[in-house]
């Protein structure tokens, strides 16, 4: 089968290996769909944290079914399907309190283990969730829509209040839509004003801050002086991230769903004076998934727009270095299948 393999960094090539032998309790899943993410482009430039080499990248996956033992699910031979890509041990202290996002084993598929940029993938059964009446441009979304869920939900965002996203990617993007659907007042924040207007377009922003004027005096003139309760970061940028401790309020909270391999600061004192909380945020939950499909469903999240760019896997290596041009105006790239 067509596989494309991430060699070293900055080499892929594309190779035919075999097809995977699908055990006991493994589902065998033809990959119709791949997303590109960040994760994907920080491996290619060897920025990635906890990796190794060669791996076969991707882990936001639309498959369908091929074959599967009989299930108590329901799932069966030509459905549609995601992936949960979080493989947990189940029996760590995470696992044990209903954390396996963040298992202490955890291997992230397409990450610590060969992901999805081929054409079929064997993945233990229970890792598979049916997508019953969804595209499969709405299904491959699914995951990166939980990853800013779950950063919505770990800062407990409500009603009214000023939430701050950092990063108009795309798990910058499902973050201000997940605060939006909360009911929050939410501030959108890049540098790219062309991604700023997005923004507004798809995720229903409230207001929009250039990151390269005046911050501080925005928020203040955009909240009337309180500044923002939560500030959610999602740029990969250490730079942004030791930045955000000023953005917050009194009492606020600091999400990082970004992942940078550096040392992150921050000056005591007013950490302290603000009573700041300080979140991470990895992964999501199945629960999360669920929610995201409900909302997929209900068509308050539009997978078409939020697509830009798609490439056949016969093409997707040359089209790779298109899509980390920032003149591309790329949001999220697929690869077909």
């Known amino acids: 089968m067509k596989t494309i393999v991430c060699v070293q960094p900055e080499q892929f090539e594309m190779t035919e290996t075999e097809l995977s032998v699908r055990r006991a309790g493994e589902a065998l899943v033809k990959v119709r769909r791949i997303g590109v993410c960040g994760t994907d482009y920080h491996a290619y430039r060897g920025k990635q944290p906890y ?18 033992d009989p299930n108590s699910r329901g799932i069966q031979k030509g459905d549609y399907v995601t992936v949960i890509p979080y493989l947990t041990c189940g029996n760590c202290v995470a696992c044990r309190n209903g954390k396996g996002n963040c298992c202490i084993e955890l ?35 699914i995951e990166p829509m939980s990853i800013g869920l779950h950063a919505v939900n770990r800062a407990q965002v409500r009603r009214d209040e000023f939430v701050l996203v950092i990063g108009a990617g795309p798990i910058g993007l499902a973050a201000m839509k997940f605060a ?13 004003e062309d991604r700023l207007r997005f923004c507004q377009e798809w995720a229903d922003v409230d207001d929009t801050i250039q990151a390269t004027g005046d911050v501080i005096a925005d928020l203040a003139r955009v909240t009337e002086g309180s500044f923002p309760t939560t500030v959610i970061d999602a740029t990969g940028n250490a730079k942004s991230m030791n930045s955000t401790f000023e953005y917050a309020a009194h009492g606020g909270k600091v999400v990082y769903v970004s992942l940078v391999q550096a040392d992150i600061t921050f000056y005591d004192p007013d950490f302290h004076k603000k009573e700041l909380t300080l979140l991470g945020s990895r ?10 499909i409900q909302c997929l469903r209900a068509n308050q999240i539009h997978a078409e727009a939020f697509i830009t760019h798609q490439a056949p896997i016969d093409q997707a290596i040359e089209q790779f270095q298109h899509w980390l041009s920032p003149p591309s105006g790329l949001i999220k790239a697929l690869i077909t299948l």
Do not use: W
């Open 107 to 141: 291997k992230v598929i397409g990450c610590h283990v060969d992901g999805a940029m081929r054409e079929y993938i064997t993945v233990p059964e229970d890792y598979v969730v049916k997508a019953e009446g969804l595209s499969l441009e709405q299904i491959v979304i």
């Open 283 to 292: 992964a999501a939950t199945k629960e999360e998934f669920d929610y995201v």
């Open 51 to 68: 990796f190794e080499y060669p791996r076969i990248l991707g882990h936001e996956i639309a498959g369908e079914i091929v074959d599967i």
């Open 180 to 192: 939006k659907l909360a009911g929050a007042k939410v501030i959108a924040m890049d540098i790219n």
